[in-house]
């Protein structure tokens, strides 16, 4: 079997073949094969070799015809040359020897790789001739290289293996960081989702407080007005007629109501009408009219308080006044403005 198709059953395609034996010289498998795994990565590595030059015809019949003119004059030259050359040739180099570890090559190719490889520097001439390998030695080469292309095989298989396994934990870091961050982002919405309801019910919590209040101030009011209506009234007396008096006559007393009846307009012009203490805030009638209004707006919505008949509007200052005090007493009529 030759060496190329040696190489080619390894798995290297002819061209490949082709240029390493080329570039190493003669039938050097181990070094071919060396040499193609060097230049594994190179594009062109399975590139056809470029064809050779093939000269005319015409140019090939011209120059035979000029050596043949040429050939008899220099027959005479030529015959006594060749006793000299004979002698030179025995002494001109068949190969070229390292120096430094003693091996043979027959082509300057072989020289550069070698010297790339080992690292040696120095070359000479040597009259010795290297012998070919015998079928012994190139099967033991052919057993080494098949050696050398598994190890490298397994070598390549545990750098992907390798690579592989790294990806795969770069990859299950990524996703624990994920899975972290995506943690802490799911119990800060559970956090603020706890601390809104817990606002929330805390509102409906003071909401139910206020209204509660203004229940129980509605029924103590109700309470002490149908009380007040239960109880008879006094029938005055029949006063004795007065003596003649030359005294001026007493103005007659104002009578003292304990109860405001208000009539509240809202904007949306629905009325309201409730009855309140005569010593209660204008502030707590406001409160009453945000609790119960039914034109749609918010109980804390601010509002304005005012009269039509006389013409007054209430500022934030007699909200603290009592409604006696404002006017509202025994009955008014309230307007809501937003």
């Known amino acids: 079997m ?5 190489l080619i059953e390894m798995g290297f395609s002819e061209n490949a073949s082709k240029k390493a034996l080329s570039v190493v010289g003669g039938d050097k498998i181990e070094q071919a094969m060396e040499w193609l795994l060097a230049h594994a990565d190179d594009p062109s590595i399975n590139d056809p070799p470029p064809a050779k030059e093939q000269p005319d015809k015409d140019s090939q019949s011209d ?20 006793e000299e050359g004979a002698s030179k040739e025995e002494e001109e180099a068949k190969s070229i020897k390292c120096d430094d570890c003693g091996k043979l ?10 010297a790339i490889k080992s690292g040696h520097e120095n070359f000479s001439e040597s009259t010795e001739e290297k012998k070919p390998l015998s079928e012994e030695e190139k099967l033991q080469k ?3 290289l098949a050696e050398k292309i598994k190890q490298r095989r397994k070598e390549r298989e545990e750098e992907e ?3 592989v396994r790294e990806r795969e934990r770069k990859r299950i870091q990524m996703g624990q960081a994920m899975a972290e961050r995506k943690r802490v982002m799911q119990e800060a919405e559970i956090r603020k989702a706890a601390e809104e309801r817990r606002r929330d019910k805390l509102e409906d919590k003071l909401a139910r407080q206020k209204v509660k ?3 129980e101030r509605d029924r103590l009011a109700r309470k002490e007005m149908f009380a007040n209506k239960s109880q008879p009234e006094e029938k005055p007396q029949a006063a004795p007629t007065p003596a003649p008096s030359t005294s001026p006559a007493q103005p007659a007393q104002k009578k003292e109501y304990t109860t405001a009846r208000l009539q509240i307009r809202l904007p949306s012009g ?3 009408v409730q009855e309140f203490k005569a010593k209660e805030s204008l502030s707590a009638v406001r409160l009453w009219i945000g609790l119960n209004r039914t034109d749609g707006l918010f109980a804390d919505a601010p509002i304005k308080l005012s009269t039509a008949f006389p013409r007054k509007t209430f500022t934030e200052d007699d909200m ?5 005090l404002l006017g509202l007493v025994p009955s008014a009529v309230l307007m809501v403005t937003n």
């Open 2 to 6: 030759s060496s190329l198709q040696t």
């Open 63 to 82: 120059s035979k015809m000029e050596t043949g003119e040429a050939g008899s004059a220099n027959a005479n030259e030529e015959g006594a040359s060749k």
């Open 105 to 114: 090559f027959k082509s300057n190719e072989e020289v550069e790789y070698h």
């Open 142 to 144: 052919k057993r080494e």
């Open 161 to 163: 293996e390798k690579e």
């Open 213 to 215: 209040e203004q229940i």
């Open 270 to 272: 629905t009325p309201l």
């Open 320 to 324: 603290d006044k009592p409604l006696d």
